[in-house]
Structure formats: structure tokens, C-alpha cells
DNA sequence: CATGAATGAGAGTTCATTCAT
DNA sequence: AATGAATGAACTCTCATTCAT
């Protein structure tokens, strides 16, 4: 009986290992070449295994792709969910920077496979990327932003999604900024004044104003603000009328 | 001899309403399939003509592809300069919200092709898009915060970059949201909020603030400038009103 | 009515000088690139002519290629014609010389075209070239050979065939040696060799041993005969010299 | 774990059963088509496999040609050294008629592919057709030749290149005459006397003569030779003057 | 007549997928 | 289960020929 339950562990395991090889070797090629110009043939070389292989695992190239989506989104998140809770800040700001340093050198290293992500969301109709993969990711900013609202050290005013795609494509768009800039070099140098930047801006933005520190002595500073903010509704108002 | 020299202006004309024929309707093809997806084939059909046609107008579907982002790109940065150029506002904010209303909107409507560029940029080799085009467009960017810097409305320490990755970044993925909230109905509703939340953005974390003087003590001069610059928009609005 | 047949001579060379044109660019483009790899526009292009106007004289590529080989053949067989015509021997072997030293010539001259004409036959069945061009060039050879039976010069058992396959056989592929040996440098040079070693070949192989009622009893006479036809070539040679 | 190690003898000789079949089609179809002719799909169906199934063997359609002459010319060099060494004469003469037989009617039999590989060299630059094979096909010539030359039958001033020349050259033209003549049966009538005029020649031409058996008797013959060999040197003599 | 833009059948080649071993 | 040889549909691109101007 033994016998034949414990050599189905070792199948198991060979399986296992694998598949694990198949989704690597995927990877490196999609990434290298893109959807269509990734040959299954060298993914089977790479991989060490035959062609044919490949199909007992994944039904099709699509499958495969999707496959290998779901794992790298789905490593993503657990390493951004790490980042988080191995921050020791607790404030919002500090547990910002941690997480827009986590992400920008995130892009900046797996850039290649975040633009292949985008591609195929167009170019390939079997292969659109379910956006649940995203969602999960993006999700550990939400919450952050949420808790910090909750905590009163953002605006309660302010818009989730729309903080989020400030923080996420500003972020992208500056990785690919470092990137051209500095083809060879991808150290670590020169994130450091964009993930400033980034929570300055957030400071600035979205940071709840104490507003009057003394309730009476309202300052001129205070006053300027709330000139700014009226500024801000006229010029909506007139760009509405043009 | 004249039956030579003239191609008749009718000859010209018809091959530049080919042309572009060929151009549109690769276009199409292309942003629906991607580039490896696209055939030669429908796209001939698309455009009327025989498959051998194209050929002798683009030596390559690589070619073809190049000429088609060209367009696209090229058409783009005449559009927002005229933008730029019909703004009857002249402070920075002001024009600063025309831009990201324009561009906003510009990515929603094309951003099956947005994306398809950027795809490219890994996938092909031979369809690398020159940077060319996207610096160009950006440049348009560049120009209004320079000046803006210049006239003194804005921080002089402000980097521009950093800048213009969080004014497109942002809007690319405000626009991405916005299409997944609702797929098909693209009117122009709810792009108002976004533009407004990144023109507030740019004035509370780019915004020269006057008090720059004393942190805490903002003079009552600056506030009378600031009155007066309000006053100036009222009264532009006013006078539109009647 | 003179307006009219006047201009139609004008006409008749003007058409003619095009014709011409087209063979000679058609020549050029069918040697270099074979028959499959000559484009029609090239061709029209050498010719200084629009590509639908080869069409008006040829009613295909194919008959273009035959009317360019018919004009080649046809060209060789009259320069062969005149140089037997030309030269001076009157004697067999002499005139052998002659012919074997222009046709050498014309091989490694013509050598493209020359396989060319070959490599059509078995390829292309639309194109076989017809064999009367051949036939005609050998002709001449064939003319010379009977003549030398006649005059008694050559023994009356050869047989013609036999010998003209040894005569044009040989020069051509000697013609080949020599290429293969001086790629660049096609000079007159080394072709003298192998025209003497045919001219002897003949003589040894076909010439009519006068000694033939006796195999060993060569009679006086015949010898006589011999040193007659010598000094009959040493006179010319002295005439020529003074 | 054997399973794997052995081919099973039975998948190897089922490969090269495969790559015979393709072989022999691709040859019929070259032949009678020629290289540009040739479709790939018609050898394929011809072979009795799927189109693509060819690539698996030959990258090109160049290389699959280049094979077929590669196997041709080898097996005719093979064939022609089994010939040599079957042959029980053992003077020169009598093995050259072993050889001119063999090379006539191999060139008879095999006219069609001969054309081909001639249509090769100059047309097609990617299927340019070794020298090699020529080379090494004509060494059996050679060797032979210069035996003759050792063993004191043939002059010691005779030119082996154009002796060479000579003995296929003519061979070939021959063989296109035979051809000629009796297109469809293909008999082996006819190609003796071309055999026997071609040993002949060699005897009269190249065959060293024992020059006077009898040292003091010059004989009338011996004498008649001396004199056609001047003969021969005036000719040339005067042939340069022009 | 001359032109050359337009045509479209057909070429060689690729590669995801299958299936006998 | 694993393999990799075999498949053939589908691709891009060519070019002889046509025909409106």
C-alpha cells in the first residue's frame, strides 16, 4: 500500500518542479520576444523538456501566457503585501515611500514584463489578461489610503481611484524616465528624488491641512488657502462655460 | 510632352486619397489585432485595394506600421498645440487645464493605439518607435511649465521630469479607469474631476506659494495679489457671461 | 499624302531604334540574372522605356527571351561567317584555325549567355529554345569540314557529327578551363594553346595520310606533295613580311 | 531509460528512408522543372509528406538543391572509380575506352540533371554549385592520364587540362547529338563509334609514338611526321603575324 | 502608342499543435 | 507521461501582366 502512496508524492513533486520550470522558461521568452514572437519550441529547450510536454500542462501558447501572468501579478502582490507589513512606519507618509520605493523599482526591474501585460490586454483577444491580477495588486494601495483617511492624515474629500492612478502612473511613467536616462545603469540611484517627490506631492495634495492650530487666530497663510481653493472653483467654473 | 510633365493634379490627388486610405484603414486593423495579429490582407480590403498595392506605397508591413504611429503622433502634437494655442487663458493653471482636458480625452478615444505603441516598443524589433515622436508631443508640456516656472507661478526647484511623468502618467491611468467604469459610454462626463483634481495637484505641490518669504507669515501683500489675480477671472467671467 | 508617308519613316526608325533598346537591355538583365531572375522592370527601366511598352513588341517574357537568343545566334553565325569569309589560308587547317580561334573567343566572351541558352532548355518549357540557331552556327563549321574531304585534306571516313562534337565540345569546355584559371584577366592570352592543340588534334586525328595505299611505304610523291603545300606557306609568310 | 537512448534502429532507418524519398523527388521535380520552377509543395507530395516536413531536413530550398547535386555528382565520382577498378585492360587506351564509355552514356542517361548543375553556376548566386564536385569527378580522368604519361604511352608534352577538356567536351556534345538524333529510345547503339573515335584520337593526338623502331633507318613516314610538324609551326608562326 | 499604378495568384517559409511511439 | 517528427494552414511579399489615362 505504502508503496504506492509514497511514490505519488515524488510524482507530485516531479510535477510540480516541472511546471515550475515551464512557467521560467515562458517567462524569459515572453518577455524577450513577446506573445507572438515566443516560440514553444524554446520555451520546451529551455525548460529541458519536449515540445509536446508543454501541452499536457497548458492547453494552449495562451494558456501558458495567462499562466504566467497570473503567477508573476499574483508574486507582486505578496511581495508588496510584505514590503507593507515589514514597514515599521506607521504613519501614512512613511508607509508611502516605503510602498512607491517597492514599486518603482518593481516596474523599473520587470518593465519589459509589465509592457507585455499591456500589450496583450489589445493585441490578443484569447489572451486578455484578467484584470482581477491588477485589482489585487493595486489593492494595497487602497487600503493604505483608506486607513490614512481613516486616521485623518488625508482629506477626507479626496478620490481613491483617482489618488491611485496618480500614484501608480506617475510612478510608471517616471520608471520608464530612469530607464532611458540611464540604460545600463539600473541602480538604485535616482528613484530616491522621485519617491520623495511622490510623497511630497501626496503631502501636499492629499495631506489633511490641521487648518488653524488655534481655532480663533485664524492666520494669513490659512486665508491664502482658502483664496486658492476659490480660485480653483472659479477656474472650473469657467472652463465649464468655454 | 505636357501629357508627361503634368501628373494632372487629378493623378496626385488620387494617390494621396490612396494613401491615405491605406493609412486609415491599417490603422484600424492594427489597433484591433496588433501588429503580428494585423494581415496584410484585411487591411487591402479595408482600403479597397489589391493586396500588391500597399507594396508599392510601404515596402514592408513594418514600414507601414512606422508611417501609420507617425501619423498618429504627429497628428496629435498639431492638435494639442492648437489647443495650447486657442487657450484664451494665459496663466499657467489655466493652461494647464486645457492640456490635461485635452490629452485626457485624447487618451480615452485612442487608447487602443496608445497602448499599441507602447507594445511595440518591446515586442518588435523592427517596429522600435522612435522616441521622437512621444518627446514631441511631450514637448508641448515642457514649454508651459518652463514658462510657467519662468513667470514665477510655479517653484523654481521643481524638476521637470519629474513633472511631466506625473502629469501623463497620471492621465493615462486616470483614462484607463475611466474606461473600465464605463466601457461604453464614452462621453466626455467624469473626465471633469480628474482634470480638476490635477490642476489642484500641480497648484498645491508645484504651486510658487508668495509666503515663500516667511513659512508662517504670509504677507498681507500676497494676499492682495492674490485678490487681484481672483478679481481678474471674475471679471473675464463676467464679461463672457454677458 | 507626302506628310503622311514621310513621317512614317520617321516612324518605322524610331520604333526600330527601341526594339533595339529593349533587346540589348533585355540581353544585359537575361545574362546576369538568368531568365527567372530578370525583372521586366529592370529590363524597361535599362531601356528607357515604360514597363506595359516591352508588352507592345513582345507578347511576353518568354518571347522576349527568345527573340533576344534568336538575335544573339543569329549574330554569331554571321561573325563566323565573316571571319571564314576573311581569312587568307585556304587550306583546311588554316581556316580550322581561324574558326576555332574566334569561336574560343566568343565562348569565354559570351560565356553567360552561352549557358544561359543551355540552362533554357531543359528549365523552361515555354522558352525551348528552338535548335535552328545552333544548327546554323555549326554550319559553318560543318561547310569547312565537308569542303576539306573534298579537297582530300581529311580522310573520307570521318564522320562529320563525331567531329563537330569534338570540335565545339572541346573549345567550350577549355573555354571554361580558362576562366576557372584567370577569373579577372580575360586576355587573348592562353587561348593560342588550346587553338594550336585543336588545330593538331585534327591533323593528327582527321588529317588524310597521303601514305595510305601503303601503311609503312610513304611514297616520294606524297612526301613531294607535302613539302609543296610548306613552301606554298612559307611564300605567303615572306609576302607578308616584305 | 533505454527507451530513450536507442533510436530503436528502426526510427533511424525510418529518417533516412524519409530523407531518400525526398531526394529522389526533389531531383525528379528539379530536373524537369529546374531550380525556379521547382515548387516545394509538388516535391512534398511527391515524397509523399507534408510540406513543412522538408524544412525539417533542409533549411532552404537552395540547400535541399545543393544536396541533390551534392549526392548526384558523388555518386557519379563513386561510380565512375568502380568502373576504373572493374576494368581489366591495363594500358591506357583500353581504360580509357572503359571510361569514355561509362562517361557517355552517364551523361546520356543523366543529360537533364547535367544541364541543370551548368544552369546553376551562373543564374542562381545562393545555389552556386561547388567546384568541388566537378573536381573531384574528373580527377578519375586525371589519374588516368597521368598514368599513361608515366607508363611512357602518351607524349610527355601533352597537357593534361586539355586533354581533360578534350575527352568530356567532346563526350558532351556527343551525347547532346545522340540524344538528338534519337530522342526516345535511348538505347546503347550508337555510342560505340563515338567511344571508338574518341580512343582513336587520343591514340593519333596524344599516343607517343615509338618513333623509328630501327635507329639509322629513317623511314619515308618518319620523315612525312617531321614535316607535318613544321608545318604545324608555320601555322602558328603565321597565325600570330595577323 | 506609351505609360506605370494596380493587380492577385502563387511562391517559400514558419510554427502551434497533434499523435504514434 | 513524455517525446519530437510531422503536419498544413496561413503568413508576407513578389512580379508578370493588364488597362485606364
Redesign the pocket.
Known amino acids: 500500500m505504502a508503496s504506492k502512496a509514497i511514490p505519488s508524492e515524488t510524482q507530485r513533486a ?2 510540480e518542479r ?1 511546471e515550475r520550470a515551464i512557467l521560467e522558461a515562458a517567462r524569459t521568452i515572453f518577455v524577450n520576444h513577446g506573445f507572438d514572437g ?4 524554446e520555451i520546451a529547450r529551455r525548460a529541458g ?5 508543454i ?2 500542462y497548458y492547453d ?3 494558456e501558458l501566457m495567462l499562466a504566467v501572468l497570473q503567477q508573476f501579478w499574483d508574486g507582486l502582490t505578496l511581495e508588496a503585501e510584505d514590503v507593507m507589513a515589514a514597514e515599521q512606519a506607521t504613519d501614512f507618509f512613511g508607509r508611502l515611500r516605503a510602498l512607491a520605493h517597492y514599486h518603482l523599482n518593481t516596474v523599473i526591474v520587470n518593465a519589459d514584463f509589465i509592457n507585455l501585460t499591456f500589450a496583450l490586454r489589445r493585441n490578443n483577444s484569447e489572451v486578455s489578461v484578467s484584470r482581477d491580477h491588477l485589482r489585487h495588486y493595486v489593492a494595497v494601495f487602497d487600503r493604505l489610503f483608506l486607513r490614512g483617511q481613516d486616521r485623518g492624515e488625508l482629506r477626507a474629500d479626496a478620490v481613491l481611484w483617482q489618488a491611485r492612478d496618480i500614484f501608480y502612473g506617475s510612478l510608471e511613467y517616471s520608471a520608464r524616465s530612469i530607464e532611458m536616462t540611464m540604460e545600463a545603469d539600473r541602480s538604485t540611484r535616482d528613484q530616491q528624488p522621485v519617491v520623495d517627490d511622490m510623497v511630497a506631492l501626496f503631502r501636499a495634495h492629499y495631506g489633511a491641512h490641521p487648518e488653524g492650530e488655534a481655532a480663533d487666530g485664524t492666520t494669513l497663510a490659512a486665508l491664502s488657502r482658502q483664496i486658492e481653493q476659490l480660485t480653483e472653483k472659479v477656474d472650473t467654473l469657467a472652463s465649464r462655460l468655454s
Open positions: 516531479k510535477l516541472k515566443a516560440r514553444m519550441q523538456i519536449g515540445e509536446g510536454t501541452y499536457s494552449s501558447k495562451a
